[in-house]
């Protein structure tokens, strides 16, 4: 499998996409409804899957945990889904946009009734990156998810999902 960051966009300053084109690569996807991680770039080289990710340090990240990571894993005859996942209530509304699946950042805290998912969003991503403890989605087809309500997460920090495992799936 090739990864590479950067020069996902396809820019004229972007020159991946003019160097695997001419070698020949039969592109599978370019641009995707997720945010962050947006520019993402699939296709084949040679026969080998090739992920063109995105420079950006957030959407590089997202690029690579929701779609490269789980194409290795799978390729590794392993699960594909590196995260296991929790239900868990939501603190704060969120809001995305319909037609485009939203992640954010976020940290867990144990309460009387179960799980709370508290997202980060502080002015800086890349604070958020370093701090989060799971990952929230806002679906495509929701651009409200309110606060109270019951979600499931992905539990990206092993030492903070492992005292939560009766909501593990």
Request: avoid cysteine; aromatic fraction near 8%; hydrophobic fraction near 40%.
């Amino acid at each position: 499998m090739f990864v590479t960051s950067g020069g996902a966009w396809g820019s004229e300053k972007d020159l991946i996409f003019k160097a695997v084109e001419r070698l020949e690569w039969q592109g599978i996807y370019h641009r995707v409804r997720m945010g962050p991680g947006k520019p993402v770039g699939f296709g084949l080289l040679s026969g080998k899957p090739f992920f063109v990710l995105p420079g950006g340090p957030p959407s590089n990240e997202m690029a690579f945990l929701q779609l490269a990571l789980p194409a290795l894993r799978k390729m590794a005859g392993k699960r594909p889904q590196p995260f296991a996942t929790a239900a868990a209530q939501l603190e704060k509304s969120l809001t995305g946009e319909k037609g485009w699946t939203e992640f954010i950042h976020a940290r867990l805290e144990q309460g009387e009734n179960g799980l709370h998912v508290h997202p980060y969003l502080p002015a800086s991503r890349l604070v958020s990156m370093a701090r989060k403890e799971a990952i929230i989605r806002i679906p495509e087809d929701r651009d409200e998810i309110a606060a109270g309500e019951t979600i499931d997460i992905q539990l990206v920090d092993p030492a903070a999902a492992a005292g939560y495992h009766p909501w593990l799936s």
